[in-house]
């Protein structure tokens, strides 16, 4: 037990020893609070981390209780092949769209309004339900450790909203904060599942047997069929950190990291790997990279022992995970410490992956704030750069819905995940676009195919979650999906989501304090959005002219966006906002301009 102890000590010194401690000349620039590699790593890759907890056994239980558990490998090549493939995408696309807004800036670019619009409530959507997810799975671990896996639910719905709780006061106390706190339990995580791996490796060579097998149905080859189909989608569910990443890039301090310096003065001769992984986008492409290859091999492992030892959800009342934990840490001397270590550990782990969505919601829903999508009152910034009224709704939001399950993360599960490959779709169609107008020859050819290949899996999957998860209620993400899309009009054609230019410069510039390219390219999207909403107007009252109905319209024609390149000021980035021309021109003040790390201003309501 003694050895147990100590080796649980010097994991929690290393990790905290390890974990990002945020700048003072970094908390306030442009009050965004920005982050390096190690606090990114921690924000936006907690969500795929922490599929570690449930994907596995989620995609088990599809097949298990049908008796295709030995079939798990072929679902494993399906789940690495597509992380393959959208992350290769993801990291391409931080190159042109590299100032946030992932795919919801990328349809606006080069798709169109109703498509962008498509995605944002998407986005939303998928945000809310993996706080959902993450929180009530980690209830689950918690009642698991207790083998109380199969308990009330209301126990799994009090303890899914007290985490959540949790999480999202660490949101609003800023992303500084948060980032040392995460980084810490992931680098616990990793050093207790390589223990746990070595503790199971030794099971398996002492020949440990597997729990007896249970009486399972047997399937036709058409029912195996969908029931792998379903495995697959199930273990997709981490696939949110893409889009997470590219949507948060704002959010990273744009410099590169020690290791890329290194490189560049030592090996000039891959300036281009080094260039690849400069500034900001380099960030998101380190974070993007362990995506590539983590989902497939953590599933790989975990599929391999849960066959070996033949154990699944539920099994003795735990989950996967915590009977794996179980066995591994049983060949440890004093395992059993590390046993309830790491459940612990796994139950603050899943609901830390709930700041991956509060991170994002905040990225996401300011923008929907300046095109007429929110009304204006949700956006309200604090000084630690943290928009508390997004996160406070998100975090009311995800409680109904976790009371509205009954508390079962199963029932969640089906919900969760299918959303996000709407918007992969979309950023295949826009990479595509973006290559066949910046690239020539081979690149361009094969980029371009690559980029459609993408979006063509993306839509093959997004359809293979509504069909794989169909029995369970995925038809019910068609009847959310279309309710959302319809109030997002009709908030946007209402008097709330119009938006003048000086309303949009003081939502952008004042209110949310964002500054530079990142603030011209939503005063831009603003403006597009602005004109499709004027061109749903024109076209309604065209409608009712054909019954004889007149509606004279209310607003004039809204201001010109323009060209893309033009409004983000690629020759001059330092180029007045695009809205300029529309204020009323202030009196000159003495001392110039404010310092860029200075405090941010007093909050503005």
């Known amino acids: 037990m003694f050895f147990s102890i100590a080796l649980l000590i010097v994991i929690v ?33 907690v969500d795929y981390f922490t599929s570690f907890y449930y994907a596995t056994g989620e995609m088990m239980s599809a097949l298990h209780p049908n008796g295709l558990q030995n079939y798990g490998y072929i679902t494993v090549a399906v789940i690495a092949f597509t992380n393959l493939v959208f992350g290769a995408l993801y990291m391409f696309s931080l190159g042109p769209f590299n100032e946030g807004g992932g795919s919801y800036t990328a349809s606006m670019r080069y798709l169109a309004p109703t498509l962008s ?51 999202w006061y660490l949101t609003i106390r800023g992303r500084g904060e948060s980032a040392r706190v995460v980084f810490a339990l992931i680098g616990a995580f990793v050093l207790l599942t390589i223990t746990m791996a070595i503790g199971l490796i ?31 989608m199930k273990g997709m569910v981490a696939l949110t950190g893409l889009e997470a990443v590219s949507n948060g890039v704002q959010f990273f301090i744009n410099e590169d990291v020690s290791f890329v310096k290194w490189g560049k003065e030592r090996f000039p001769r891959f300036n281009g790997l080094w260039n690849f ?43 996967l995970i915590g009977n794996l934990a179980f066995i591994g840490f049983s060949q440890i001397p004093g395992g059993v410490i590390l046993f309830w270590a790491y459940q612990i550990l796994a139950v ?21 704030v300046a095109i ?87 839509g093959v999957v997004f359809i293979g979650q509504i069909v794989g998860k169909w029995e369970e209620g995925g038809w019910i993400r068609l009847l959310s999906f279309s309710i959302l899309f319809i109030s997002a009009h009709l908030v946007l054609l209402s008097p709330v989501g119009y938006r003048d230019p000086k309303q949009i410069h003081r939502i952008v510039r004042e209110k949310a304090r964002v500054q530079g390219a990142m603030a011209s390219i939503v005063e831009w999207q603003s403006l597009k959005m602005q004109e499709y909403r004027y ?71």
């Open 13 to 45: 010194v290393i990790s905290a020893r390890f974990a990002p401690r945020e700048r003072q000349e970094d908390a306030h620039i442009h009050g965004a609070g920005q982050i390096g590699l190690l606090a990114a790593v921690a924000l936006f890759g």
């Open 117 to 167: 619009l498509i995605v944002a409530i998407t986005l939303i959507e998928d945000y809310v339900l993996t706080i959902v997810v993450s929180a009530l799975s980690g209830g689950d671990q918690l009642l698991s450790v207790l083998n109380a896996y199969g308990a009330n639910w209301i126990w799994h719905f009090a303890l899914g909203a007290i985490l959540a709780a949790v999480t």
């Open 202 to 232: 030794m099971a398996h060579l002492k020949g440990v047997p597997p729990e007896p097998t249970e009486v399972t149905k047997t399937a036709s080859l058409a029912q195996a069929i969908l029931h792998m189909l379903t495995a697959s």
């Open 277 to 319: 992984y400069s500034g900001k986008s380099g960030v998101g492409r380190f974070v993007q990279t362990s995506f590539l290859f983590y989902g497939g091999l953590t599933t790989l492992f975990l599929t391999y022992f849960s066959l070996r030892f033949n154990v699944f959800d539920g099994s003795l009342g735990r989950t």
């Open 348 to 368: 603050l782990m899943l609901a830390a992956a709930s700041m991956t969505a509060f991170q994002d919601a905040q990225a996401t829903e300011w923008r929907d």
């Open 372 to 458: 007429g999508e929110i009304p204006e009152i949700i956006i309200y910034r604090d000084s630690r750069g943290t928009f508390t009224r997004s996160v406070t709704i998100t975090f009311g939001v995800s409680v109904v819905i976790m009371l509205l399950v009954r508390g079962q993360t199963s029932v969640a599960v089906p919900f969760y995940g299918v959303g996000v490959f709407m918007p992969i779709m979309m950023m295949g169609v826009a990479v595509r676009k973006h290559i066949l107008e910046h690239f020539t020859g081979r690149v361009r050819t094969w980029g371009a195919r690559g980029a459609m290949f993408a979006a063509v899996l993306a």
């Open 535 to 605: 061109s749903l107007l024109i076209g309604i009252a065209r409608f009712y002219e054909m019954f004889g109905v007149r509606r004279p319209l209310r607003y004039e024609p809204p201001a010109i966006a323009g060209d893309y390149d033009h409004a983000l000021h690629v020759d001059h980035p330092d180029a007045p906002s695009l809205l300029e021309q529309y204020l009323d021109k202030p009196q000159p003040k003495l001392g110039g301009a404010p310092n860029q790390t200075e405090p941010a201003p007093q909050d503005l309501e």
